[in-house]
């Protein structure tokens, strides 16, 4: 176990979410969430009646539909199990997201359009995590747009800036990371020449 062994405890509430990225024949990615909620223990709900031990308090789906340059051409939403019978009124504004591009902005772009009483809280929280595993599926594609480019340059065109750059702390331009991978973009000097 990675964490130190916790202090005397008992399992009251499970959040278990599930990410899939999907490369479609058609060249987009598709990208699905699954979030469920459930009580180790029975309570009495007013507007659903009894919820058994392990009966979804939540659970609910999101699917964004992504193409090459990152930007959202679909996004879809269903919810199963929710505590209020108006809960799934909700999941028809995620459709709103479409067009919207992956990257600077986004999360603030997300609530622009379906944040406070235009969506769900637990929808909107899996849409972060949702544009992660949209970049990692899109890895192949971008790998390969990546080495036309870096072919282009061979022959003389200018190199474009990483779109990674910047974005985590491995991709610092202070990191030897950037100083390897993209020197012309590192804000640390070359590293020396090794001594054969």
Not at 32 to 40: M, N, Q, R, S, V
Not at 129 to 147: D, E, H, L, Y
Not at 165 to 177: D, E, I, M, Q, R
């Amino acid at each position: 176990m990675p964490l130190p062994a916790p202090a005397p405890r008992k399992l009251e509430h499970l959040r278990d979410i599930s990410l899939r990225g999907y490369l479609r024949e058609d060249g987009l990615v598709d990208v699905e969430a699954h979030l469920t909620d459930t009580k180790t223990y029975g309570f009495p709900s007013e507007h659903r009646g009894q919820v058994n031990p392990g009966d979804p308090i939540h659970g609910m789906w999101i699917r964004l539909t992504v193409n090459e340059d990152m930007v959202i051409t679909a996004c879809e939403a269903a919810s199963d199990h929710t505590p209020f019978a108006v809960c799934p009124g909700a999941t028809s504004n995620f459709a709103r997201l479409a067009g919207l591009s992956i990257g600077p902005g986004f999360n603030r772009a997300v609530n622009e359009r379906v944040g406070g009483v235009e969506g769900c809280t637990h929808l909107r929280e899996l849409l972060a995590q949702m544009a992660t595993v949209a970049f990692q599926t899109m890895w192949p594609i971008r790998s390969r747009r990546q080495a036309a480019q870096r072919a282009a340059e061979a022959k003389g065109a200018p190199r474009k800036r990483p779109a990674l750059l910047g974005t985590c702390h491995a991709y610092a331009p202070s990191s030897p990371v950037v100083r390897k991978k993209w020197p012309e973009w590192s804000d640390q000097p070359p590293e020396p020449a090794k001594a054969e």
